[in-house]
């Protein structure tokens, strides 16, 4: 599949990069059976704030929680239901930290990603990542490889924070924050309505048909080596 006046590469990891069954089987679960050591960090200011704002969100949703352990397992629900929710991604990126620095954790790329994020690089391309996962969590997959550290292709990352996925409006925020005219900026997705949004924008996309990925994009591959650019 070939792309034209592409000066950026922006692509999502879970479905993209990364197989979502790392994601849902060794992750997630991951996050699970430590949850309860956040009860132990209660003292540090980014826990602090993120059981604060789980209790917040819980009371907005009608949910009356008042201590740490509620919020720490109200986490955990969230987590069982994959709810794209910032607190949540910012405690399960403080457990992994610690999955990923100790060896009991290694990001999974797919063996076509690397080559191509070095070719890419020659090329005089920069790259960034955009995915649910928060920031913190992003430099964990890539920066705890198991193709070694992939960090150094990246130049920005961006999460939640920015916006969702599959709002139109987070992509005219992210060309703006590159510096870039949106027809510049290729991203690469699993998923048909963040691909959507993006080219709403104006951006140029393509959907990676990965295994147990439905092809629901024109523009669409197999794998990052059947891109060029």
Known sequence: MNFDNVKYVLTDIEGTTTSVDFVFETLFPYFRENRRQLLELTDVPVVRQILDEVKRIAAEEGVSISSDEA???????????????????????????????TGELKGHVYADVAPVLETWSKQGLSMGVFSSGSVPAQKLIFGFSVAGDLTPYFSN???TKTGGKREEQTYYLIAEDLKLEPSEILFL???????EAAAKAGFQTCQLVREKTVQAWPTHVADFSQISL
């Open 71 to 101: 919020a720490v397992e109200l986490l955990n629900t969230w987590s069982m239901e994959d709810r794209k929710i910032t607190p949540l991604k910012d405690a399960q990126g403080i457990l992994w930290d610690k999955g990923y620095r």
């Open 157 to 159: 990352y961006y999460d």
């Open 189 to 195: 997705s699993d998923i048909k309505e963040e691909l």
